[in-house]
């Protein structure tokens, strides 16, 4: 069965911290996704990959930067975590099948 | 005004019952998935549609591609199928996703 893994499914870090948020696939795919999704505002795109060392800004870059130095590989990076970056945290990769989605990271910035 | 919009926000049944989430968009599209995600976050895809109409066990999914929308029926409802049901269109050059707002489903005993 193919997998999209996110490392941790909750996170606990604290302002200012540097965040790593870790989503692996074993699918060969070569696109991959960073959501976010936040009540009222449903499901947001911030990065994409289509390829290794490949990176597209999304809808809501600003304060991520994300990481792909390995096809089955996509971090997303909180340089300088604050508190409005409070969230669920999505990764989905794609095939020309459809997308498939990891469990999501709850992260919690105090 | 949103380019995914999904009907209703929210849906509370009674087990057993027919059960209808309809979304409709104003982009063109390649393709609709219908997601679920249950409480604690993973989200599945159900179904991807470009035409026409699946089916899979008590789940069905339909989609007019001249009038921009998509229904997700559940026949004989349970209350296992409690969750948020998310349709996302993908459109452009990119094939990006765009999602809906979501529907939350309560199915009662």
């Known amino acids: 069965d193919v997998k999209v893994t996110q490392s941790s499914r909750y996170l606990v870090k604290r302002t200012g911290e540097k965040v790593f948020l870790e989503c692996v696939q074993d699918m060969d795919h070569e696109n991959m996704f960073w959501y976010r999704q936040d009540p009222g505002l449903g499901l947001r795109l911030i990065y994409f990959?289509?390829?290794?060392?490949?990176?597209e800004k999304g809808d809501i870059p600003e304060g991520y930067s994300v990481s792909r130095e390995k096809k089955e590989r996509f971090s997303l990076i909180l340089e300088s975590a604050s508190t409005n970056q409070t969230s669920m945290y999505l990764c989905?990769?794609?095939?020309?099948?459809?997308?498939?989605f990891g469990s999501g990271t709850r992260l919690t910035v105090v | 005004k949103n380019e995914v919009e999904q009907s209703p926000q929210n849906l509370t049944a009674q087990e057993g019952e027919f059960i209808t989430i309809n979304c409709s968009y104003s982009?063109?599209?390649?393709?609709l998935h219908w997601l679920q995600q249950h409480p604690g976050g993973g989200i599945v895809s159900l179904f991807m549609l470009s035409s026409g109409k699946k089916k899979h066990g008590r789940l069905i999914a339909t989609i007019n591609i001249q009038e921009k929308h998509s229904s997700l029926h559940i026949t004989a409802s349970h209350p296992r199928d409690s969750a948020v049901y998310i349709c996302a269109v993908v459109s452009g050059s990119a094939r990006q996703l765009t999602f809906g707002s979501g529907t939350q489903l309560t199915v009662l005993p």
């Open positions: 990959s289509y390829d290794v060392k490949m990176k």
């Open positions: 989905a990769s794609r095939s020309n099948y459809g997308y498939t």
């Open positions: 982009v063109g599209i390649s393709a």
